[in-house]
């Protein structure tokens, strides 16, 4: 079973995001970079699947120049091969640009399943997997909380609001992975070696025979949001419970 | 600029529409120009009446009974493409859902229309531009469609109360556009209910969440044992979800449910931007944390500096002699 994995490299989750100004693009400099924790899971997943029924796990990545450090963890981690998509046209874009850049390179792989993250942690537009999927013309199995395969065929148990899903899908198929859904293993001192010598094509849009990928969105205003006003704080001195208690009564719901 | 349509998809739970979907109607109401809705269910027809009371004059309903067992994602593009093509809306509004999300990305794929995402509000002043905050609430961003529509946006759950109008029956218009074989390589076999034990994380009155504050996922239990006794919904951080504490679907923040209870309790949860986007919209706040410098206190009515456990751990003790 071969095995797109889409990832991505975005600023560290627990720093403050901020804006350029006068592009509205992200600003990635002096910001530092991580692969996508929602991504490791997706990796994880598609090493699994190549284990356990044969074949091979390639990362595919849309990025700066940077990006190649969110491959080479994925390499580190088991993947044989990575995919650098970096073009300066592709700054600032949406989601719908993303998903086309990203399905000519995986076409131009080939695949029996595309894995994704449900979202970025950074754009978290939350509809690439689906756009991807439409431009490849397979179904999407999203949200999946567990993956079964027999090798041709996936049982995927997908999130819902009321609780989940057993999907089958006969492959091939993109599939998100929700945070959680396995065990992402850290990569080996062996692994990491071996990530050096193994290959990474680097494209430009125009490898990808794409062009005039216009986003038809434009950021108009960004403003400080209001924000709400701290309370009191206290150190707990044993009293803090019976605080909360009468917190809780005075909003009335207990 | 006027709106001459605005469409809603509304997805069907148990013959009604969802809840997200009458939000979006009772917002298009006040947008200008026709209110209608699209649904695809075996039950659409069911569905109309309460769609027709919260304003779509006119329901497409696609009542094919495949849509009940395959994942509505590309057969919904499709069919919206199809009524899009016919009828030219200028606006579609889809609810954030899982399953509404993916009919919505399928299809700006499918039409090569943009798709803006996390909507708080929509407005139509020169153009239609979507309201989101971005940053965990920090910033509020608007972003304007341009180029050729529909414009497509999804919209978080609860920015806008349901409300009726009083509108009358709609006119319902069946769908007959034809589900393509590709999209019958999944189906879904089996729908799995959770089985509740108290309110859902989205209704509950109090939400208590954990977060790695609380030092190991079976702590977890003290939390389900608080919000029994006060009926309330336990939810958690991106961060111990992440690390496979407890399931997504109990996840609040930017990637998972938004939350607006009477009270938003936060144990064990540092504030990290990501987390309090989605609870931000509480009424009150209780806060309790060992570091005093967390973010969470800037948000909190009441902040507690100390320990997780034990605060909580006596705070159950007391509702319990409360009781008795």
Not at chain 1, 17 to 28: I, Y
Not at chain 2, 234 to 261: E, F, H, I, L
Not at chain 2, 292 to 297: G, S
């Amino acid at each position: 079973m071969n095995v797109v994995v889409c990832v991505k490299q975005v600023p560290d989750p627990n720093s403050v995001g901020q804006l350029d100004p006068s592009t509205h693009n992200l600003r990635r400099d002096g910001v530092e970079v991580v692969l996508d924790p929602g991504d490791e899971f997706g990796i994880e997943a598609g090493l699994q699947l190549a284990e356990a029924h044969g074949g091979k796990v390639t990362v595919v990545t849309m990025a700066p120049e940077k990006g190649l450090d969110a491959i080479r963890k994925a390499l580190a981690m088991g993947a044989a091969k990575g995919v650098l998509v970096s073009d300066p046209s592709l700054a600032g874009a949406d989601a719908l640009t993303t998903a086309k850049v990203l399905a000519a390179a995986i076409r131009r792989e080939g695949f029996d399943l595309v894995i994704t993250a449900t979202e970025s942690t950074d754009g978290y537009t939350g509809v690439v997997p689906q756009a991807l999927a439409e431009y490849l013309g397979v179904p999407a199995v999203t949200f999946a909380k567990a993956i079964q395969s027999d090798g041709s065929s996936l049982t995927v148990r997908r999130q819902t609001e009321a609780g989940y899903d057993n999907v089958e899908a006969v492959l091939p198929a993109v599939v998100s992975v929700t945070a959680g859904v396995n065990e992402p293993r850290y990569p080996s001192l062996k692994g990491i070696m071996a990530a050096k010598s193994k290959p990474v094509d680097r494209l430009s849009v125009a490898d990808l025979g794409l062009d005039g990928l216009v986003p038809g969105q434009a950021i108009v205003s960004v403003q400080p949001a209001e924000q709400r006003k701290a309370g009191e704080v206290v150190e707990d001195d044993g009293t803090a419970a019976h605080r909360v208690v009468e917190f809780l009564a005075a909003k009335k719901v207990i | 600029m006027a709106l001459d349509r605005v469409w809603v998809f509304a997805e069907v739970l148990d013959g009604q529409p969802i809840t997200p979907a009458l939000e979006l109607l009772t917002r298009a109401r006040s947008l200008g120009g026709t209110v209608e809705a699209v649904c695809l269910s075996p039950e659409a027809e069911s569905a109309a009446a309460a769609l027709g009371d919260h304003g779509a004059t006119t329901v497409y309903a696609g009542t094919d009974p495949a849509y009940a067992d395959l994942l509505l994602g590309g057969p919904g593009a499709d069919a919206l493409a199809a009524l899009a093509g016919e009828h030219s809306p200028d606006l579609i509004l889809f609810p954030t859902t899982y399953t509404s999300r993916d009919v919505a990305g399928r299809l700006a794929a499918k039409l090569d229309v943009p798709v803006i995402s996390n909507g708080l509000d929509v407005s139509v002043d020169g153009g239609i531009s979507v309201e989101s905050s971005i940053f965990g609430a920090s910033q509020n961003v608007s972003t304007r469609f341009e180029g050729r529509g529909p414009a497509i946006a999804l919209i978080r759950p609860k920015s806008f109360a349901a409300e009726p109008s009083g509108g009358g029956a709609p006119r319902i218009v069946p769908v007959e556009v034809p589900i393509a074989d590709q999209h019958r390589s999944a189906r879904v076999v089996e729908r799995v209910i959770d089985k509740a034990t108290g309110p859902k994380l989205e209704e509950a009155p109090i939400v208590i969440s954990g977060g790695r504050g609380l030092g190991d996922p079976k702590n977890f239990a003290l939390l389900e044992e608080f919000a029994s006794l006060v009926g309330g919904a336990v939810g958690a951080s991106r961060a111990v979800v992440d690390a496979g504490w407890v399931p997504y679907a109990m996840q609040v923040g930017q990637t998972g449910k938004t939350v607006k209870p009477t009270v938003y309790i936060a144990c064990g949860i540092s504030g990290a931007m990501q987390h309090t986007v989605g609870m931000k919209g509480a009424k009150n706040i209780v806060a309790i944390n060992k570091d005093a410098e967390a973010p969470i206190f800037k948000l909190a009515d009441l902040g507690i500096v100390g320990d997780v456990l034990k605060v909580v751990g006596q705070v159950i003790e007391e509702l319990k002699a409360r009781q008795t």
